[in-house]
């Protein structure tokens, strides 16, 4: 109970920054439009005719948008608290693992912001419907809170390992990119690398997106308990790497920037 | 006074390169004492910072133990954290977004401090460091002074045992570092264990029951500031004299006195590792004709030692 009030009170003052900064409303929600709409170009140049399939990969895309933009902001959020060398003062309180849990939470809202204006964009300029069951848009949502505080946990983790997280972190969202099935359809890769793709909570869910969009039932329920599953082993490993990491960085110093 | 802090044999290296290392630690072994005000001297990259972050547990040391109240930190970190409250040099711990109150109430939390527990914490916090009346502003318009007497807050909000400050006046105006002087000096009251890193060392002089001095990662001095005064072992002491003629000044040049000139009168000066006044008895007795009107002893300061000890200047 503790650790949920610590989480939602530090939930809570990140939301009340973000609201009281100028300019941070702007940057999200100019740039994910932007990146939604050049996206959708690219897919009617390969698939001009296909409005069903080009709304299901839009609708994968939202989802990983939504996802990778959470886990940079958490991300650059983590290296400003570095930065600041806050970062001492939030390890010895020992509340870190709740600290970056609240901080993903209202970065993964704030997102949830801008994943409904490309939503609104792309329904409104360009006639795309894209309709989704509420059902199956809260169990998405609820899957993609619980993946993208894990990876928010795993990019904490590399942060507390090493001076600077960045490049390494980007190279882990970049190769999840291309194999979550966003870029290239899963259907497309070897058996091995397909095998890869789904052991990954974020491809099913998108796949359980695209379904939903095309009105597919079959196999809908086992890929939810595939994923749902897959989200919480995935928690559960970011929190023990989390521990682990805090071990390196008294081993390494990497926190300090000394 | 029982111990809190032992320091056991603590040594920390850095990997800078391949088969490269520097020692930035080492062999370190100090007591603090439960209550004492404990300073720490030393000159950039003396190593006093990587001290201070292995006593916090932040840093792990590559040999030697600390123990706080008679337990291993390596083994006890979840206890040893929350008894100790940390202000680092520089080290920014507000959110300029936030107000005052806000942002002591995100530390309150992230320290489990229920809200009824807090929020009279927090006020009275506030009140004590003189930031009552702007609690419910955003730490953003804070002046330097203020945001420091706000770390400090933030610091004791969860009542720690030990408080340690690495160079808490730095950065700050003159105003500003008598005011975080005097409310260090007004925390004794407390029963507070402070550890205080500084290069002020008037500040060490004034405030700290021991002090120590680290250079190169190696401690070179421990004990009270007057103890280590005695092992420059001089003080100078200056005579006023009247009635003296050219004779007088010859004999006290004979016995080492230094003349200096004054406006009305004549002054003699000389260094003494053990002055007695039986020593002044003795310059009447030899010669009646002048009169001692001024007796001034200037002892060494904690400067004197830091400069004789390190071959550095402080501040």
């Given at each position: 109970m503790k650790q949920i009030s610590?989480?939602?009170?530090?939930?809570?003052?990140?939301?009340?920054?973000?609201?009281?900064?100028?300019?941070?409303?702007?940057?999200?929600?100019?740039?994910?439009?932007?990146?939604?709409?050049?996206?959708?170009?690219?897919?009617k140049v390969f698939s001009p005719d296909s409005s069903v399939i080009t709304s299901k990969i839009l609708l994968g895309l939202i989802l990983w948008i939504w996802l990778y933009d959470s886990v940079w902001d958490v991300s650059n959020c983590l290296s400003s608290e570095k930065k600041l060398e806050r970062i001492d003062h939030i390890f010895l309180t020992e509340r870190k693992t709740s600290w970056v849990l609240g901080m993903s939470f209202a970065l993964t809202l704030f997102q949830l912001l801008n994943l409904a204006v490309v939503w609104i964009v792309i329904s409104f300029l360009f006639g795309i419907v894209l309709s989704a069951n509420?059902?199956?848009?809260?169990?998405?949502?609820?899957?993609?809170?619980?993946?993208?505080?894990?990876?928010?946990?795993?990019?904490?983790?590399?942060?507390?390992?090493?001076r600077s997280h960045v490049n390494s972190l980007s190279i882990i969202l970049?190769?999840?990119?291309?194999?979550?099935?966003?870029?290239?359809?899963?259907?497309?890769?070897?058996?091995?690398?397909?095998?890869?793709?789904?052991?990954l909570p974020v491809t099913i869910m998108i796949e359980m997106a695209g379904m939903d969009n095309m009105s597919i039932t079959s196999g809908f329920l086992i890929r939810l308990a595939i994923c749902i599953i897959e989200s919480l082993v995935l928690f559960g490993l970011a929190l023990k790497s989390i521990d682990h990491a805090e071990r390196k960085a008294m081993e390494n110093d990497s926190l300090s920037r000394h | 006074?029982?111990?809190i802090i032992t320091i056991e044999h603590l040594s920390r290296d850095y990997v800078v390169g391949p088969g490269k290392k520097v020692h930035a630690l080492k062999d370190i072994s100090i007591s603090i004492r439960r209550g004492e005000y404990f300073g720490l001297l030393g000159p950039n990259g003396a190593g006093k910072t990587?001290?201070?972050?292995?006593?916090?547990?932040?840093?792990?040391?590559?040999?030697?133990?600390?123990?706080?109240?008679?337990?291993?930190?390596?083994?006890?970190r979840q206890q040893i954290r929350k008894s100790i409250g940390v202000v680092f040099t520089g080290k920014r711990s507000h959110y300029g977004l936030l107000t005052a109150n806000e942002n002591l109430f995100f530390w309150a939390s992230?320290?489990?401090?229920?809200?009824?527990?807090?929020?009279?914490?927090?006020?009275?916090?506030?009140?004590?460091?003189?930031?009552?009346?702007?609690?419910?502003?955003?730490?953003?318009?804070?002046?330097?002074?203020?945001?420091?007497?706000?770390?400090?807050?933030?610091?004791?909000?969860?009542?720690?045992?030990?408080?340690?400050l690495d160079e808490p006046t730095n950065g700050l105006d003159p105003e500003a570092a008598r005011n975080i002087k005097a409310i260090l000096a007004s925390l004794r009251k407390r029963n507070l264990t402070v550890i205080y890193t500084t290069h002020n060392l008037g500040d060490a002089d004034d405030l700290c029951d021991r002090v120590c001095i680290i250079d190169h990662g190696e401690l070179i001095a421990i004990g009270t500031p007057s103890e280590l005064k005695r092992r420059v072992g001089k003080e100078i002491v200056e005579l006023t004299l009247e009635g003296n003629a050219?004779?007088?000044?010859?004999?006290?040049?004979?016995?080492?006195?230094?003349?200096?000139?004054?406006?009305?009168?004549?002054r003699f000066r000389k260094e003494f590792v053990d002055f007695s006044y039986d020593e002044l008895r003795e310059i009447e007795r030899r010669m009646?004709?002048?009169?001692?009107?001024?007796?001034?002893?200037?002892?060494?300061?904690?400067?004197?030692?830091?400069?004789?000890?390190?071959?550095?200047?402080?501040?």
């Open positions: 610590i989480v939602a009170s530090v939930f809570k003052m990140y939301l009340l920054q973000m609201i009281r900064s100028r300019g941070f409303f702007v940057r999200g929600l100019v740039f994910a439009p932007i990146w939604a709409i050049s996206y959708y170009y690219s897919m509420p059902l199956v848009i809260v169990l998405l949502l609820i899957l993609g809170i619980i993946t993208i505080s894990s990876l928010s946990m795993f990019a904490a983790s590399l942060s507390f390992r090493m970049d190769i999840l990119m291309l194999v979550c099935g966003v870029v290239y359809p899963v259907v497309l890769f070897n058996p091995a690398l397909r095998y890869l793709s789904y052991t | 006074m029982a111990d990587t001290l201070i972050r292995i006593i916090t547990s932040l840093l792990a040391p590559t040999e030697g133990d600390v123990f706080l109240n008679g337990s291993r930190s390596s083994e006890y992230l320290y489990g401090l229920e809200k009824r527990v807090a929020r009279p914490r927090i006020d009275s916090l506030l009140k004590e460091f003189g930031l009552s009346e702007v609690g419910d502003q955003r730490t953003e318009t804070f002046s330097t002074g203020m945001l420091q007497r706000l770390n400090l807050a933030r610091a004791l909000l969860n009542e720690p045992e030990i408080l340690i050219d004779q007088t000044k010859e004999t006290m040049r004979a016995d080492g006195w230094e003349l200096t000139i004054g406006d009305h009168c004549e009646p004709s002048i009169s001692i009107t001024n007796v001034e002893r200037i002892h060494p300061t904690l400067e004197d030692v830091y400069i004789k000890i390190t071959g550095k200047r402080g501040s």
